[in-house]
């Protein structure tokens, strides 16, 4: 097999650069540090993966998104071709290509946010059940509501939730054995169990414990044999009355490729969604953050950030930061003013990120003539595919949302998905003159709101 060249091995540093970039450091080191490349052909670009398990799931969940970044960098359209090494041959790749790895720990401590506790959290008619069921799991685990599933769109506390049922049970008695993590940790440490056929100690780690807490468990969706060890997870905990505790963008039953077995097994206690909050409830969430930021703001400037702000909790927390931040820098103003605010968004922010998924999202059922549960659901009609696919492509050209949140809006969808979903739509406007002609009108809607 013949080496790279010097400019071939430079094009795949800037082509793993870029994916280091466009990922979290956890998805780089589970998925994409242990990739060379050994081959550049004309038409066609040949990757070598550690094993046949990190092969699989690259083709299904990263092919798209691998293919994008290198036609980012080389602007050429290469076909990805990913295999794995020759153990008869264990040579037959260039070493000079492949970054050296540290061991990590991916049982390491999940670190908790202190501030996300019941006292932080603002109690409203958009999370009052899911705030209520999460207070009587932390006061009675494993007896009240098991398991307990948290859902609703991306920000709007759903972590912070399970933060505060895990340090509640945590201040009240040493007696509970509890675990919080990401379900991406889960998984990633499902697949470092994998290589090293420690089957014991994975089981032991998650089947051994009081009260488990997983975040965004609609990960679970990319790997159907982690699915399997979880649904044993999960049968061994409840059956044991351990206290179970999911939170998810979207309900079971929308959660992409779930099996029915798992969807009936998280309805077995009680489900609960949480809503983006009302106008007054987003006029207590800012007064409550800018108190624990210690910023003086006028009433006014709260009730006009209530209205311009985005409503995911997150980004509202983001705003305040900045303009904490900026009010720092102007220490002769006693009180921040809508004046100010006013500056601080046109400062930090582009025009673009002012419109809300939720915006884009009304604007595309209404000119499309679908409901917004179609566009959640996961039936494939093409008159439902394609406002769908459209609404993600104006998702990520106007918001500052992530890939993953972006796919949380749309019925918890993968970054993948999301990836395609541009992708397609971008070569359907430059083929397609009423698909173009939709997307001018649906865009100068959203724009010709945020001018006045």
Not at 28 to 45: H, P, Q, R, S
Not at 226 to 254: G, M, W
Request: net charge positive; aromatic share 8%; glycine share 4%.
């Amino acid at each position: 097999m013949s080496h790279l060249s010097k400019g071939e091995k430079q094009t795949w540093l800037l082509i793993r650069e870029k994916i280091r970039e466009k990922t979290t450091p956890q998805q780089f080191t589970t998925w994409f540090a242990g990739l060379c490349m050994i081959k550049f052909n004309v038409d066609e670009i040949c990757v070598l993966a550690p094993n046949t398990y990190c092969k699989e799931w690259l083709e299904d969940n990263y092919s798209d998104f691998i293919s994008s970044v290198v036609n980012e960098v080389t602007n050429t359209n290469y076909k990805l071709k990913l295999i794995v090494k020759d153990r008869k041959n264990p040579a037959d790749y260039d070493p000079s290509t492949h970054y050296k790895l540290h061991p990590t720990d991916v049982e390491k401590r999940t670190y908790i946010n202190k501030n996300y506790n019941f006292k932080n959290f603002l109690v409203g008619p958009c999370n009052r059940l899911a705030h209520a069921a999460a207070l009587a799991v932390s006061d009675a685990p494993g007896t009240a509501y098991n398991p307990l599933f948290i859902h609703g769109p991306v920000g709007l506390g759903k972590t912070h939730l399970l933060h505060a049922i895990l340090l509640h049970i945590q201040k009240r008695s040493n007696q509970f054995n509890t675990l919080y993590l990401p379900c991406e940790s889960f998984v990633n440490h499902y697949i470092s169990t994998i290589k090293s056929g420690d089957w014991d100690a994975f089981r032991k780690r998650y089947r051994q414990i009081d009260v488990l807490l997983i975040d965004d468990i609609h990960f679970l969706s990319n790997s159907q044999s982690t699915r399997e060890e979880f649904f044993h997870t999960f049968n061994a905990l409840y059956s044991r009355r351990k206290q179970i505790v999911l939170s998810s963008d979207c309900p079971p039953e929308d959660i992409p490729t779930i099996e029915d077995r798992l969807i009936s097994r998280f309805k077995w206690g009680l489900m609960t969604r949480i809503d983006p909050p009302s106008f007054e409830t987003s006029v207590a969430i800012i007064q409550k953050k800018t108190a624990l930021l210690n910023i003086n703001i006028s009433y006014e400037a709260v009730r006009y950030l209530a209205v311009n702000a985005s409503s995911s909790i997150r980004e509202i927390e983001g705003t305040l930061i900045n303009i904490a931040r900026h009010a720092s820098l102007s220490p002769g103003k006693s009180k921040i003013d809508i004046s100010l605010i006013k500056q601080v968004i046109k400062s930090f922010t582009r025009q673009k990120n002012y419109i809300g998924i939720e915006e884009i999202l009304n604007s595309v059922t209404k000119n499309f003539g679908v409901q917004l549960s179609q566009l959640h659901s996961k039936r494939k009609l093409k008159s439902i595919i394609l406002p769908r696919q459209i609404a993600m492509y104006l998702a990520r050209k106007l918001t500052n949302l992530s890939l993953e949140e972006i796919g949380g809006y749309m019925g918890g969808r993968d970054h993948t998905t999301v990836i395609h979903a541009d992708k397609k739509i971008r070569k359907l406007k430059k083929i397609d003159r009423n698909i173009s002609i939709t997307l001018r009108k649906i865009e100068s809607e959203l724009t010709k709101q945020h001018k006045h």
